[in-house]
């Protein structure tokens, strides 16, 4: 798989996510935050252990989350 394989290609499925959602905290670790664009709608969010050659898969639905989603005045 993509994401075990090269966790930080960047390409068309694959990439960093952004801002607030760019880093999560895991075991008291700031960790780098990645998404992977399994289907059309299905999306895995990890993160990246480099120092326990470890990833953690944060967040897995069939759409986009909806941390992903702005909040509209």
Do not use: C, F, N
Not at 41 to 64: P, Q
């Amino acid at each position: 798989m993509a994401i075990t394989s090269d966790p930080r290609k960047v390409d068309a499925r694959q990439h960093p996510l952004k801002g607030a959602l760019g880093a999560v905290k895991i075991g008291g670790e700031t960790l780098e935050q990645w998404q992977y664009e399994a289907t059309a709608g299905g999306r895995i969010w990890y993160a990246v252990d480099e120092e326990h050659r470890t990833l953690w898969i944060t967040w897995a639905g069939a759409g986009h989350s909806k941390a992903t989603e702005r909040r509209r005045s």
